[in-house]
């Protein structure tokens, strides 16, 4: 069998946690079900395991106890679990590509002085300054972003309300993803006002993937950017049709022009992490770590 060091599990818990204790959801357990039911059909199980097995998978609180369950079967929740990813990294990457492509130039297209001497000479050497100058600083910023930063000391009644409010509702997602019983949700929830070190407030969900309460990436953000690209375009194509002659059209048509140019990357950063959620969800991993 398989102990409680050797599991790992889907991304969201942090690299100090002991896989094996954190607790399973609803959606862990019905995956587990799943892989017995097809190995029922497979022949590598009886009616009666069947049964026996489907009953301590509902029982079942920890990923160590699940992985106890199939641990004689080759199913592909044994495997190994691949390496993590963070949930918006597609997005991230995007916004980082129109930094360093888009912003530069749009900044140095704001900045030209206007008059019938501006040419494209201009726009090139204020481009040449923009450039190098958001590159450096986008440098700087990524590399200020490596640098550990030191946890503060622990301080008797110097918790903030949003780390209350974080363990809260990482607590509030746990009981919702059937990993707390309403008992345990409920006991846990009233120690949280009352915690006064971080370390208190810590062990009160060192059993939750870390991120449980975190925003992850969904459908509806990338539709939501789709539409907003799409609106933008109708309202340029309107502004060009009617062809008002006032600040406030223009300022209008900047804007949209504006988004069109950097909505769409990023919707299509938010697609891919959508996506790559949604197949997460299905890819409950058990097995040996790499």
Known sequence: MAGPGDMTVPEGESPGQDHGRVRASH????????????AYVQGRL???????RTGQVYASRTYAELAEVIADLPTPLTGAQRP???PWRATKRAWWFEYAVFVPGIVALILLPGGPH?????????AAVAYPFFWSLGALTIIGSRKPVAAPAPQAGALPWYE??????????????????QNEHDERAAQVPTAKLRGELAALTADLPADLAARLPKARHAW??????VAAAGLIATLFLVGPDNYGA?????????????????????????LHQRRL???LRLGPTP
Do not use: W, Y
């Open 281 to 283: 969800r299905r890819q």
């Open 164 to 181: 209350r409010e974080q363990a809260a509702s990482t607590l509030k997602a746990g009981l919702a993803q059937g990993r707390l019983t």
């Open 250 to 274: 223009f300022a209008a048509l900047i804007t949209c022009a504006v988004i069109v140019l950097l909505l769409p990357p990023v919707t299509v950063g938010m697609a891919v992490d959508a």
């Open 27 to 38: 959606a862990d357990r019905e995956q587990v079900v799943g892989a017995l039911q097809a």
């Open 84 to 86: 993590r990813r963070a």
């Open 224 to 229: 939501a950017g789709a539409a907003g690209s």
């Open 118 to 126: 501006t040419t494209r000479v201009t726009f090139a050497l204020f």
């Open 46 to 52: 009886t009616q009666d395991e069947l049964g026996e």
